[in-house]
């Protein structure tokens, strides 16, 4: 028996509650499919100590925004999956909770949805599952040896669980550099493989790095402001919410100890290649060097001191070659980001990235809406802090287009 909704939203993280919230405030009927339990992503993709990296005041759920005790806080995991299956309960969002949808497809003026609980037929459906789907890795990660430990960002735990010896950790975005200080200070020998990532001190001027993102309009550029639509896989700025917050990027893992070597390049037996450093972290400083503008640019404006001088260059007699065995780097994790996953989706609507083509969030296939899409409006579209807004338009068109 094929069931028939009106509005289906498939994923019960933030972007699929959000749309949820909206829909169910105007009364809409709607389902929201979730292949595992709401905010899943939060629960079994971070590892043990995580917590957020931009704070709590910047929680801004509609209907749920941070009001707590701790603003300039930073949620560990298990309190922000609480945080967000309270609000969830709070509204009575419509979840059905461990529905995996397999296949999406057109169908006369709808959409047909094959779930692991049987078919669905569908006026309306929002894709909502996820900014940050498919753990990417670079060209060369297959030619690992054989037997060599390997783990993606999203399996790793915590240092007790990762097996015995040196760690290379490959991708120096804000996880790798986090992944890299804990196993660092658990005792852990560290290498890790820089790229070109964008930093920024976690506080400026008696403000946090994410006020300055938000103030500045760092946070609302758009796709279209980007020199090539490739930069939206460029990170966000390297920054920690551990212990209170604190800045880190290249120079203070170096201060750590942290042993830095340049983008990974390939490998061959035990031999791992990298690029130079010097190269990766010019890269990230030139990044870093872009946001400064916009922060400059808005001191201007208000007439506030300006809070952040970039340091000299860095240099480092890095390493270009590891002998995995030599070394004896026992495991490699790998957190060299992600890119969209959306083959189940028979629509045409991808760009040649794979991201959705869409315009506040509404795909060129009438009914088909995407959501948590990394810059689907603006740079903030896929955080905790741009979701509403997204959600709010996605939610006025639907019930728009209805009447
Ligand atoms: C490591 C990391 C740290 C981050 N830290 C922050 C931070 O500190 N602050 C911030 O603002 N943002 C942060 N983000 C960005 C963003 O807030 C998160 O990625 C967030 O999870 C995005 O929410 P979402 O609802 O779009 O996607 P998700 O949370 O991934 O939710 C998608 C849901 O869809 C479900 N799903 C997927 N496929 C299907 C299917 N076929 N059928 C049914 N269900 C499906 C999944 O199980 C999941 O529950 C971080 C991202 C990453 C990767």
Not at 210 to 218: S, Y
Not at 223 to 246: T, Y
Request: hydrophobic letters at 40%; a negative charge; glycine letters at 12%.
């Amino acid at each position: 028996m094929t069931e028939k909704v009106n509005v289906v939203v498939v994923g019960a993280g933030q972007a699929g509650l959000a749309t949820s919230y909206h829909l169910t405030q105007a009364g809409v009927d709607h389902v929201v499919l979730e292949a595992g339990r709401v905010a899943e992503t939060w629960r079994s993709r971070r590892w043990d100590s995580f917590c957020l990296v931009t704070p709590n005041w910047s929680v801004q759920l509609p209907g749920a925004t941070y009001s707590g005790a701790e603003p300039d806080g930073f949620m560990p995991r298990d309190e922000l999956v609480d945080y967000i299956q309270r609000w969830a309960d709070g509204f009575k969002a419509p979840v059905k909770e461990g529905c995996a949808v397999t296949s999406l497809d057109q169908d006369g003026g709808g959409f047909t949805l094959r779930t692991d609980m049987g078919d669905i037929d569908a006026r309306t459906v929002v894709v909502a599952t996820g900014g940050y789907q498919r753990a990417h890795l670079p060209r060369g990660a297959s030619e690992m040896p054989a037997g060599l430990t390997q783990l993606l960002a999203e399996e790793y735990r915590n240092p007790a669980a990762v097996p015995e010896g040196a760690v290379l950790i490959v991708g120096s975005g804000q996880t790798g550099c986090q992944l890299a200080e804990e196993l660092h200070e658990s005792g852990r020998r560290v290498i890790l493989a820089c790229g070109r990532c964008i930093w920024a001190p976690r506080r400026m001027g008696g403000h946090d790095l994410v006020w300055w993102l938000t103030e500045t309009g760092f946070a609302d550029r758009t796709l279209a402001d980007l020199p090539s639509p490739a930069a939206r896989l460029l990170g966000n700025p390297q920054a920690s919410g551990h212990g209170g917050g604190h800045d880190l990027h290249y120079r203070t893992l170096k201060e750590l100890g942290v042993e830095l070597v340049g983008r990974f390049e390939g490998v061959d037996d035990s031999k791992v290649h990298f690029g130079e450093f010097d190269a990766a972290v010019a890269g990230g400083d030139a990044l870093a060097a872009v946001l400064k503008k916009w922060i400059d640019a808005l001191c201007e404006k208000r007439g506030l001191a300006i809070p952040w001088e970039l340091p000299p260059p860095m240099h480092l007699d890095a390493r270009r070659e590891l002998d995995l065995d030599r070394e004896g780097v026992g495991v490699v994790i790998w957190t060299t980001g992600f890119r969209p996953a959306y083959d189940w989706v028979h629509s045409p609507v991808f760009d040649d990235m794979g991201f959705p083509v869409q315009t506040d969030g509404r795909s060129a296939v009438s009914g088909l809406y995407f959501m948590g899409v990394h810059f689907q409006r603006k740079s903030r579209s896929a955080t905790l802090y741009g979701v509403q807004e997204d959600a709010q338009l996605v939610a006025e068109h639907i019930i728009e287009n209805r009447k």
